[in-house]
């Protein structure tokens, strides 16, 4: 078995990322999970800034900014501006985008069962804890 950790980490969210888009894709979805993560952070809390959904998903502002466009040039979400700082916007997730995330939600559950399949309960608490433990090492 290949010993090169960060190579294998970074491979397998590349390729569950991947995954990840091309089922939504098929299940007319979403164009990405940034969206799908986006829209489901959106049904659990509506009413984010472009930061928050920055932290949130992790991923830049910039690439926030892009998704958040394409979101609401599909109508899936709106923008409104700050009642305290009108040069920030506040994103809303639409009627559609709550259509759309609990899409997603449904092949990201799929998924996440894929993921297990084959794994004890205990080794997927540990694999969980290693996950964790990279995310507070290298932020």
Known sequence: MDDRLIFLISKAGYALKNYMKRECINEEALKSSAQAGILMALT????????QLSEIVSIDNAAVTRHVDHLERNALVRREADTNDRRKNIIRITPE???AAEKAKVVARR????????FTE??????????SSFITKFK
Do not use: P
Not at 44 to 51: A, F
Not at 111 to 118: C, Q, R
Not at 122 to 131: G, P, S, T, V, Y
């Open 44 to 51: 659990m809390c509506d009413g984010l800034s472009m930061n």
């Open 97 to 99: 985008g709550v259509i």
């Open 111 to 118: 998924i996440n069962g894929m993921i297990k399949e084959g």
């Open 122 to 131: 205990q080794e997927i608490d540990a694999f969980k804890r290693i996950l």
